[in-house]
């Protein structure tokens, strides 16, 4: 997977940056490999040179001196990415956000924060709830909020409260000339212009450095209430799913883990639930509104086959359940701790979800291949945690077969080869084979917007 | 108001047009004065030509005539854009969509739909109507659903639906040399690349144009009901407003009319209204939890001086209601026939909205000015309907004052010079004053997808 690609970067820009930013501009091997790679398995590619700016107008002082050196830069947040969004493909300098980690701004009467990119989700989470806020954006990583913005990254919530796509209100932006613009304003609604913040959210450090971020935040619901409940049959788990959204139920968080992911869990969380597939639910709202979602959704889940639900009445044994749901990659990881983990990503409209889930299933099965399934199956959006002994070349092979496979069965039912991780470089094919000539359009904006290519180089579209 | 802009098209390109499409490409006068001008006081300027295309393979064709001869094209839904939007500037052909007008699919089960640009909102309502579904955007004028997408339109329902924005799936697009995309699949999510979606929502006619869009739609709620409540005190009516938001209540519309819009709405509709400061309230939901919203946001209206709520309790009776805020334009200019509407439209974040909405109605007393006010408020969103009579000079001048002064309060508090309406060529110097250097960056991307400027060409950039 990691073949080499030449580097092009011009080294002189690192004296010119040096000079400037003196030893903050860090170039020592070991540090530059620490941010070559992400977790995904994709090859590793060293920066030459790492600097962890302090403010906008530092990172617009880097942008114009590689712009003028024609030297790449690559935006970093955790490193928690999973399609090799961060890779120095081509060299450069990597701007590692840790020290850009400011909860900037809480407006809580208008129910929106302003962030720095390196903030956490997990931070700005700790940080609302003395205002008796959230933010609802909950990839399985502690990302950061620069990160997700740039991947256009979702989670559990996303069902009820949208992506990263409908929480992002406006951004402060880098451009690739070292100009700083800021997308929008704070209003909810806005009919002023091209819509610059949609244009970024998911751009992934290709079309400009985000240095600052407005999020719409929300009250805590007065009653929350979680749950889980086992299937024997997965199609028909995946139905009931299919029922509770078409019904309009505003159902928060409706998770699905196959049978070999429970086994995982369990041990992994040390937990103690059936391992059968499985729905963790939550419900948010009044005490009567969610009183009321529970018990239609309890009904649908028995017409489908559902056991009893498992309710988590505490705050403490909730949170251990959705830590557990978050931990569900690196679960299925342990059960073979000599592979690494290859985390797929389609998303299908919610009608085709339970078709193109057993048929996957018995693709996984069929390949003689190790693959949990896990999934955010509210928005049509599954995951397997592919687990691959990249040593062995049939099985790499089979692995590379079933995901093609699984790519083109979505894309064949109008779905997406990614619900929420991104191109990065991993799939530059998959994004041609969903998008055909709008590739085109979207390369045409690169090259005006960047046209020396020294953002993110190489990542959603080769220019 | 209408200084006249000099053509500088190239009127080869109808000769081509007609001989490709005989009849069809129309030229006579009468014809193309009718597609000058849109429903605002802006000058008129009628095409060169007028066109129905039947398909989205017709548009291309057209497209890329013009494109050789670099003839403008100027997509024409209603007409009833209040910027200036349709306005032939630089003359070419006035793509008029009414023909493709079809309802292409009904997913009911993904709750989405496939239209032609052509379709109307409330022909889109009358066909989803046998499904229980509806759509809920709802600008004042029975809109075409291209024309909506294309100024990024909202309504009254934006509080709990969102706009345009958050209602598109997909979109096809002709590009501006003749190329066909499509902006995304029907997954309800997706991190696959730039966001080409939102990138044409909102832009008006000008990177791109729309042959076919895919909408969200939303099952019919099993309980509706609408309320009507006056306020002595037009601030402690927005402070009413401001709280349920806060709140986090999931009403579907809060509008608010003040007393001068009430007046005119009792006149032009029959109706028998408290002539104050209302709102006009609906809430959607179960038969419980619309129960509950009501209790909470009774109590709150309460508390700022309303009086009791006046429901409607059969559909009929609050279709007309809906209707008469609908008409609430109309009914404005009914009170003074010989002046013109001049629509403004501020969005600020909700916080503000009191003090903006306060500061300007004094305003508009001491400019010795007639504007109803009448705003989407649970957005931030507010209209004046400033009655002008643009023969008198000195009138003029205060409106456009008042207008002016109104935009930069509104920026100062980080709101928006367009909730809804858009840029067109009505606000190209405040789309300048609300985005700054990011306006360089959207005349980049127009340059690049539209390198010969033939797309709507003088709306929301100039380049």
Redesign the interface.
Known sequence: MSSAVETVADLGAIEVLKSKFGDRIVTSRSVCHEFGSDESFHGHYPPDAVFAPHSTQEVAEIVKICARHKFPVIPYGTGTSLEGHICALYGGICLNMIEMNEVLRV?A????VVVQPGVTRKQLNLHLKDNGLFFPIDPGADASLGGMTA????GTN?VQYG?M??NVLSLTVV?ADG??????????????????T??I???EGT?GIITEITLRV??IPEKISSAVVAFPDLGRAVDAV?MTI???I?IARIELLDDAMMEALNSYSQMNHPEEHTLFLEFHG?E??VQ?QVETVQVICEEHGGGHFNWTVHTEERNRLWQARHDAAYAAKSMRPNAQIWAT?V?????RLAECITETKTDIVNSNLQAPIVGHVG???FHLVLLVDHTDPDEEARAQALHERMVMR??EM??????????GYG?LD??IA?????????R??????DPDNILNPGK??RV
Chains 1, 2 share one sequence.
């Not at 100009?179 to 610059?196: E, H, N, P, V």
């Open positions: 407006n009467e208008d129910l929106d991947t256009r990254a979702s996303a992506t796509r409908e451009m100009k700083i613009i800021k997308t929008a304003r704070r209003s909810r609604k806005s009919a002023a212009g091209y819509d610059l949609h244009l959210v998911g751009s079309l929300y009250g299919i078409q019904l309009g505003p009044t009567d509104s009321e990503d998303c299908v409209p919610i009608s928005d049509g959006n979505a894309l109008d779905g997406t080869c990614t619900g929420e991780h991104g191109i799939k998959f994004l969903e998008h055909g000539e709008a590739v085109s359009v979207m045409t904006i690169k090259k005006a917007l959603i579209v």
